[in-house]
């Protein structure tokens, strides 16, 4: 099956799943008429958005507005619908469908999953199906179980519903990187979904981006306005109602926010346009995502569409984003993925004399360290074994000092994970 092409932009549809406001029927079929008729082409859901709304209504919408089926539809598996008494705001989401989600990234859960989407979209042919949301920062010490589910059951079905024809390309659709790399070293994926870290404000992912071009992955990247706050051409004095990574923003991002809007307004360009056009600067990257509601937003996504930002204007933004660098602390440039491992992994970028947690203490970086990559724990000396997710994943071919980038070149691959590449495809893909 032919993995369907997609356009340079889509439509995320969380808000007409309720997020942090109710949206009724008739304005949620309003947006997606006019995302049609500008042609905004693609959409993406999850049954997690409004625990079933969201695909209903876009369902329901497409069905009446798009029943050609020419736009790409993309959802989500891992999580299945349970009935619930529960109401009121959950999970952010404002009168709900009766539902509460279960974590199953099993075979039979992620094929239940598909299923119901399709009920809920009406019929309508899927085309992209992504595994929702696998992560430590999601499900922390319960990570590695789900991840295991997924490469044991559930990325085999993908695979099996992909070469029937039944559905176009499978991947992940996440906002942590590590995850990304870790599938990535596990199995092919066709697309990756990441949202919020590669954006003008945030721009973590680069070297993932970069590995997803060598291997023909592509990607599509959510959440260009990191939840908001990129979505303000101005970045007001009161920064109450602003949102970044769906909290409230520290006053660094505020501060960082507010000099890329700077450079915007010298230059006459607005940021919220820059800031949805910015991912499209990476080769990896296929299509950009944001939410939208109402005809408004619509509107107003199609003039930022439209909107020129010169090469001097790309270069002075990156010259602010570059000036006023997150402060990242080691516990946030770091990750244990497992106690027993000896390895951590990067997840934001290090710099040759940042202070690194290590099994006894801290210890400076000896040199810069890109994201995704692993750094030894403790020593390590040659034949050691490298433990990742408790499990060897290789041994050192020299020795590592603590704190020290542990590269694929200073190791070799002797203990095959259980997961690895050549198991998951030799077993009939």
């Known amino acids: 099956m032919t993995t369907p092409a ?18 009724s029927d008739e304005e949620a079929m309003a947006t997606v008429a006019a995302a049609l008729a500008a042609g905004i082409g693609y959409f993406d859901t999850a049954p997690r958005y409004g625990f079933g709304l969201a695909e209903r209504r876009l369902g329901a919408a497409l069905s009446a507005c798009d029943p050609t089926e020419a736009a790409i539809v993309s959802t989500k598996v891992g999580r299945l619908l349970v009935p619930t008494t529960q109401t009121g705001t959950r999970q952010g989401f404002v009168d709900a469908d009766p539902f509460d989600e279960v974590y199953d990234y099993s075979a039979e859960g992620v094929l239940r999953s598909f299923e119901a989407s399709a009920a809920r979209l009406q019929g309508r042919r899927i085309d992209i199906v992504l595994a929702h949301d696998l992560g430590v920062e999601t499900h922390g ?21 992909r070469d029937a024809g039944a559905i176009g ?28 870290r590669y954006t003008l404000l945030d721009r973590r992912a680069t070297a993932l981006l970069d590995r997803c071009a060598a291997l023909g992955v592509r990607v599509i990247a959510g959440g260009p306005y990191n939840s908001g706050i990129l979505a303000h051409d101005t970045i007001a004095a009161d920064a109450g109602d602003l949102h970044y990574d769906y909290a409230p ?12 809007a700077a450079v915007a307004a010298d230059a006459g360009v607005s940021l919220s346009a820059a800031a949805l056009q910015h991912p499209l600067r990476h080769p990896a990257v296929a299509c950009v995502v944001a939410g939208l509601v109402g005809v408004e937003q619509v509107d107003a996504m199609v003039a930022r569409i439209g909107t020129d930002v010169p090469a001097a204007v790309w270069a002075a933004l990156d010259k602010a984003a570059a000036d006023t660098p997150a402060q990242i602390s080691p516990a946030d440039q770091l990750i ?94």
Do not use: Q
Not at 249 to 260: D, G, M, Y
């Open 141 to 161: 010490d319960e990570h590695a179980r789900h991840r295991d589910a997924f490469l044991d059951g559930g990325y085999r079905v993908l695979c099996d519903l």
């Open 336 to 429: 244990l993925l497992h106690p027993d491992d000896n390895v951590l992994i990067c997840v934001a970028p290090i710099a040759a004399g940042d202070i690194l947690p290590t099994s006894g203490g801290t210890i400076p970086a000896r040199e810069g360290i890109t994201v995704g990559h692993k750094v030894a724990r403790g020593s390590l000396a040659a034949g050691d074994k490298v433990i990742k997710y408790g499990a060897p994943i290789g041994s050192m071919t020299a020795a590592a000092n603590p704190g020290e980038w542990v590269h694929m070149h200073n190791m070799k691959s002797d203990y095959i994970a259980a997961h690895s590449r050549t198991t998951v495809t030799a077993t009939g893909s």
């Open 6 to 23: 997609l356009p340079r932009f889509g439509m995320g549809t969380a808000a007409i799943g309720n997020l942090y406001r109710a949206v």
């Open 249 to 260: 923003p520290s006053a660094e991002i505020v501060a960082r926010a507010r000099a890329l």
């Open 169 to 196: 390309a499978i991947g992940i659709g996440v906002n942590e990187i590590a995850v990304c790399e870790e599938l990535l070293d596990a199995v092919p994926l066709d697309v990756i979904l990441l949202a919020g």
